[in-house]
């Protein structure tokens, strides 16, 4: 009864699409008739709301609705949809203030008299309004009434024309800030978080650990990955629409000649040029600079592109005023301003220190000119063409058809699995011979073929939550969520340009004249989907395309990882092993410049630990061949085991998933023999497939091949061989850094406590000549001024103990003061071989730590340097198979 209802569920949700009704209304709609109707019959045939349910029930489904409705308004932690309103207020806004039109003249203007020109100027156009607008509807009218006219008008060929208009125009999907892209951003959260689930579950059955180690878990994404992931990958699908529109101009002549410029080159137009351009790519820095640079979150970012969208418009609409630029220019100056004074003064009130008060004062002069700018913008386009106000209802409606949308998908998925079919979703990926790729590449057509039909946030909101998580938790081929996003954002880029339903087609054909056939516009398209589903296969191969930038900048913030995390650890090896074959000499002779100097100045114990760290500098060298051949080891062994493991690890899950079918049975058994009138032929039914299901287990157990156990005993120890001398070389180099960094902070400390003498001299008469309550206020304050002199603890403990024999009601001055000559006895010592120490040693010391922080001792600095970051980062980014460890 269950597939029943699943089958329902489905049904009704087409055929509302299809009879065009409202799509926030036709999803939830589903959802709510399946459920009741399940409850229904459920309470009607079998006494219980819930009996036709395979997770929860009717009541589970609505407190899951509850919750989501929660998340989406209520939930501070997940605040990525906040920059949906923003960004849509920022393209509208842009839209209405006839920038947009600026740029496509401009730009046909220069690009004109190249061959293919107009189609090359067309694609740069929908780029860059992608990267400020991303309003495809907007986009492509714009181009289909300014661009398509003077493309035909210049015997452009037209399927050519209309189909650069249309490809174009669907570039703000991806390009960012796209709200597909933070869209996806949301779904993926919750989709990696069950992936991360499912990894555990695996990971568990198999080695009966409960935690995961980091590094094989799955990590989620961000708004912000994601636009630096789509960036590069955009830019590729720029690069393959201009070639393409070049090929077709240079080898079938006539198809896109080139258009002479009835104008001059000269000082006006470049000023024209510049005033067109100097919009979009100030927005394009302010808002992807912002982000990619670490400075600003996407809400942020989101709310500095709505500002900005607000002065440009304010100085476009007011065109041929005089003072027109004058907000624009108070808003750049005060920028400036503000940039400057930050880079001088600590302007954040909590950290102000004396001398930062005339900063802060230039600083509030430059916010409140900044502030005023925005105030005369905003009251320009409120009060020009009442722009505004349309602005403002067209953002509400638009922004109010994603949210409820996501509430409507939410509910459907919640059904969806209520009635079982993210099971048997999984079950018939996970069926699927070939593995990752295969299941990937059945996903990817399922949406392009729904492209057909139905608009990207209708497959963004309801196939993504269903797919993602079974792909995501896929060990083998371990991708990362953001790679997984952007490729179906490009996608779904598709679903706007497939006939016969893509939106952007319908867009142009609204606007193109009658000359134009339906059917020239389609067979423009087709070419662009193919280079669309190029870019699919470039960016499925080379990962780093999507993966290096978003983990180069998380490698390069102010909150970036230490080196020390676990996840970078065989990155930063392979990068550092790679370095000591070329300067292993270079730092054996560091060592050997470092044992030459007189030791002899510190005391036994501490040149005890310096040779003993120099010995294990050189010992490095050794381990890291330990590491390199246990690491061939395991590699070699591997293509022959890996068939295996996977043969024997698909008929275990085979086995478990009948076992989950058992217990299933074994319920449904128990409910109708407790039923007031059982049902016998239910219950053999139900027993014969208990027992066929136990006779398939024993048929699975009895295919895996005797060699597994000592195939697999061979792995693991291989592995955990390789996990040792890792481990080793970790241990290894970190002993050599802490006793380096802890000598080098005592020597660097020696003024320091030599500086204390008078004042610890000075607690003996205190002791002996003051109420026992004084001289432990003094005792405690001398405890703290060593706490914070590096290697002064045996001091600090002789002070404790003399501190301690002063408490009570029978304090012990006698006892205090010999505790604390012991302790003067130690400081004295100290400060002379620190003083000598200081003089001779100290120097060379520091040049041996420069020498071998950014190797040896890596793992213990704070971050990693600029060539580390790019190595680590490129490293990183590529995809690493890690089936064999469940």
């Not at 509850?66 to 393209?91: H, Q």
Request: proline share 5%; net charge negative.
């Amino acid at each position: 009864m269950e597939l029943l209802f699943l089958a329902i569920l489905i049904l009704l949700m087409v055929i509302a699409l299809s009879s065009g009704y409202p799509v926030a209304f036709a999803l939830p709609g589903a959802a709510i008739l399946t459920i009741g109707a399940a409850a229904l019959s459920g309470f009607l045939f079998a006494e219980d709301t819930s009996a036709f349910f395979i997770e929860g029930g009717p009541f589970q489904w609505l407190s899951a609705g509850v919750t989501n409705f929660r998340s989406l308004y209520w939930d501070v932690d997940r605040d990525t949809l906040i920059a949906v309103p923003l960004f849509i207020f920022m393209g509208i806004m842009l839209q209405r203030s006839k920038i947009a039109e600026d740029l496509l003249i401009t730009m046909a203007q220069l690009f004109g008299p190249v061959p293919g020109g107009l189609g090359i100027s067309v694609v740069l156009v929908g780029a860059l309004l992608a990267a400020t607008t991303g309003i495809v509807g907007a986009t492509v009218i714009a181009m289909g009434l300014i661009s398509l006219p003077a493309m035909l008008r210049n015997n452009y060929s037209k399927p050519l024309a209309t189909g650069t208009i249309c490809a174009s125009g669907t570039l703000g999907q991806i390009i960012p800030p796209s709200v597909v892209l933070i869209i996806l951003a949301d779904q993926l959260a919750g989709a990696t978080d069950q992936a991360s689930t499912m990894r555990k579950a695996a990971y568990k059955e198999v080695t009966g650990e409960f935690s995961i180690p980091s590094v094989l878990d799955v990590t989620s994404t961000s708004a912000g990955e994601m636009f630096m992931g789509a960036l590069v990958p955009g830019l590729v699908l720029v690069g393959l629409y201009i070639s393409y529109i070049l090929f077709v101009a240079l080898f079938r002549k006539g198809s896109a000649p080139p258009v002479p410029y009835e104008g001059k080159f000269d000082r006006i137009f470049a000023k024209r040029v510049a005033l067109a351009l100097t919009p979009p790519l100030t927005l394009i820095l302010l808002v992807l600079g912002s982000i990619i640079l670490g400075v600003a979150t996407v809400n942020q970012a989101g709310a500095v592109g709505a500002i900005g969208a607000m002065i440009m418009g304010g100085y476009r609409l007011a065109e041929g005023q005089r003072s027109a630029y004058y907000p624009a220019l108070i808003a750049l100056a005060s920028t400036i301003a503000l940039a400057l004074l930050l880079s001088f003064y600590e302007l954040n009130v909590k950290s102000i220190k004396p001398g930062d008060g005339a900063g802060l004062i230039l600083a509030a002069i430059a916010a409140t000119c900044l502030l005023i700018a925005i105030v005369w913008s905003i009251w320009r386009i409120y009060r020009i063409e009442d722009t505004l106000h349309g602005v403002m209802v067209e953002t509400a409606k638009t922004t109010s058809m994603v949210f409820i949308i996501l509430l409507g998908a939410a509910m459907l998925t919640a059904a969806f699995r209520g009635f079982g079919g993210e099971e048997l979703v999984k079950h018939f990926l996970t069926s699927l011979e070939g593995g990752f790729w295969v299941q990937f590449i059945v996903v990817m057509l399922v949406m392009f073929v729904l492209g057909f039909f139905i608009d990207f946030l209708e497959i963004a909101v309801v196939v993504v939550p269903i797919v993602a998580p079974i792909l995501l938790a896929d060990p083998g081929a371990n991708v990362t969520a953001v790679w997984f996003g952007v490729m179906v954002g490009l996608n779904l880029q598709t679903s706007f340009l497939t006939p016969p339903f893509g939106f952007s087609l319908f867009y142009l054909r609204g606007v193109a004249p009658a000359v134009v056939k339906t059917l020239e516009i389609y067979r423009g398209a087709i070419p662009f989907i193919v280079l669309q589903l190029v870019a699919l296969v470039i960016v499925a191969l080379t990962p780093s395309l999507v993966n290096y930038l978003p983990t180069r900048v998380s490698l390069s913030v102010e909150t970036a990882p230490p080196p020390i995390n676990p996840r970078l650890q065989y990155c930063i090896e392979e990068h550092l092993f790679d370095f000591y074959d070329s300067h292993s000499d270079e730092l054996r002779g560091h060592v050997d410049t470092l044992r030459a100097e007189n030791l002899s100045v510190l005391p036994e114990e501490r040149q005890h630990a310096l040779h003993e760290s120099l010995d294990r500098t050189l010992d490095t060298f050794n381990l890291v061949a330990l590491v390199r051949q246990a690491e061939a080891d395991r590699s070699s062994y591997e293509p022959e085991y890996r068939p295996l493991h996977h043969q024997v690890r698909g008929l275990q899950s085979q086995q478990r998933r009948l076992e989950q079918v058992i217990e299933e049975l074994e319920q449904d058994m128990m409910r109708v023999s407790r039923s007031d009138t059982p049902d016998e032929n239910a219950l053999q039914r139900i027993e014969g497939e208990i027992e066929d299901s136990k006779a398939k287990i024993e048929d699975l157990q009895k295919q895996i091949p005797e060699s597994w156990t000592e195939a697999n005993k061979i792995y693991t120890e291989l592995d955990k061989a390789e996990k040792v001398a890792r481990r080793g070389y970790r241990s290894n180099v970190d002993q050599v850094y802490e006793t380096i960094a802890e000598l080098r902070g005592v020597l660097d400390s020696a003024a320091d406590l030599a500086a204390l003498e008078q004042q610890l001299t000075a607690l003996e008469a205190a002791i002996l000549n003051s109420s026992a309550e004084n001289g432990m206020a003094l005792l405690k304050e001398s405890e703290q001024d060593l706490g914070t002199i590096a290697g002064a603890d045996a001091i600090r403990t002789k002070l404790s103990r003399a501190r301690r024999a002063l408490r009570g009601k029978n304090p012990d001055p006698d006892k205090a003061v010999t505790e604390l000559r012991d302790g003067l006895g130690i400081f004295s010592a100290e400060v002379e071989w620190r003083s000598r120490a200081a003089a001779e040693l100290a120097t060379a010391l520091a040049s041996y730590d420069q020498a071998i922080k950014g190797s040896i001792g890596l793992r213990l600095q704070r971050r990693l340097s600029p060539e580390q970051i790019k190595a680590v980062a490129s490293c990183q980014s590529v995809h690493r198979d890690r089936s064999l460890q469940f």
